[in-house]
């Protein structure tokens, strides 16, 4: 697996699927990886959840500018945990869709 420092994501391939950088290096179990884009609220709810596992995560605000503009709070996150602990939330995301 692959890591782009730029984008903070793994990958399989020889380029970074978001920004297309060659440069990529070896992921490290400890690498913090984007996960997925989630709402505000279910966002703070897995964040809540996963560090009650004794997962560490990062959530940081994601939206559009309008919102910055009139000082209200973005209305999502990426997600951001470590590669090591990826797959475990990958799955658990995917069951909250099911």
Do not use: W
């Amino acid at each position: 697996m692959n890591f782009c420092e730029g984008c903070n994501i793994a990958c399989s391939g020889e380029r970074c699927p978001k920004c297309g950088r060659k440069k990529l290096r070896a992921v490290n179990e400890d690498d913090f990886c984007l996960i997925a884009q989630v709402d505000r609220i279910f966002g703070e709810n897995l964040k809540y959840h996963l560090e009650n596992e004794n997962i560490e995560c990062a959530l940081m605000p994601y939206g559009t500018g309008v919102r910055s503009k009139f000082a209200l709070p973005l209305e999502s996150y990426l997600l951001y945990v470590r590669y090591k602990n990826s797959e475990y939330v990958r799955q658990l995301l995917k069951d909250k869709k099911s």
